[in-house]
Every structure is written in C-alpha cells, then in structure tokens.
C-alpha cells in the first residue's frame, strides 16, 4: 500500500512538473513571438532586411544569453551564500560582476559592426532603442497579468 501511495505520489508530482514545464516554454515561445514582431515593427524591417538581420540578432542574443546565465548562476550562488563569504571573496565577486559587464559590452560591439552590414545605420540605432522599449511593455503587460 505504501508503495502504490508513494508511486502515486511520484507520478503526480512528473505529471505536474512536466505541465508546468511545458506552460514555462509556451511562455517563452510567446515572448519571442512577441519580441519579434515588436522590433520588426519598430525598425520597419523590410522581408529583405528581416531576411538578413534576423539569424544575425539571434547569433547575438544566443551569445549574450550564454553569458548571462553564466553571471546568473555565479550570483545565485553568492547571494544564497554572502552572509558566510569573506569579505575578499565579495570583493572578489564585484570585480566579476564588472568583468561580466565588460564581456556585454564587447559583446555588442563584436555584433555592432555585423549589425551595420544587414541594416541601414540608422536602424541599427532604433534596434537598441526597440529593445529597451521592448522590456519595458514586456514588464507593464506581466504586471497586468498579474492583477
């Protein structure tokens, strides 16, 4: 009895993480879908720049994800840890968090040039300005769900 209790239990829990799973990359699907036509409307992509810019920007934002999640488990684990942790090792951890930084910047500028050569300079501007823009509807409509 215990057993098909513990089985149940078990199954239930996959069920349920597994539904929650997949909600999790609906949501991350919509915002990309949401994402794209948000900065392809800003800029006023024609087929032919969407045609080019798109696997570009997607090479970037792969490359600046990989190194945010890198930033954001180091900090996870600092932050679950700071009250223990030495004060040179937090030093440490703030010389980081600034090489992380840096590694963003370079990163931009890596893909700025590349930017230039699928898209006219001046779209290559509003792109940064879309993509600000584009947190900041995002931010106001997860709020809105919330309520």
């Not at 239990?9 to 069920?15: D, G, K, N, P, R």
């Not at 597994?18 to 948000?38: L, N, P, V, Y």
């Not at 720049?49 to 180091?74: G, I």
Request: proline share 2%; net charge positive.
């Amino acid at each position: 009895m215990k057993t098909l209790k513990l089985l149940i239990a078990i199954i239930s829990i996959s069920f349920f993480t597994s539904s929650f799973a997949q909600r999790g990359e609906k949501r991350r699907e919509d915002i990309e879908t949401f994402k794209i036509a948000f900065i392809t409307k800003r800029l006023d992509l024609t087929t032919d720049e969407a045609t080019k810019f798109w696997p570009v920007y997607d090479q970037y934002q792969d490359e600046l994800k990989d190194l945010r999640q890198k930033n954001r488990k180091t900090l996870f684990n600092v932050y679950q840890n700071i009250e223990t942790m030495s004060d040179a090792d937090v030093s440490k951890v703030l010389e980081d968090e600034l090489v992380f930084k840096q590694n963003e910047l370079n990163l931009t500028k890596k893909y700025l040039p590349q930017f230039k050569t699928v898209l006219p300079v001046k779209k290559v501007a509003k792109l940064f300005k879309a993509e600000e823009d584009f947190k900041t509807e995002l931010l106001k409509r997860m709020q809105q769900n919330n309520r």
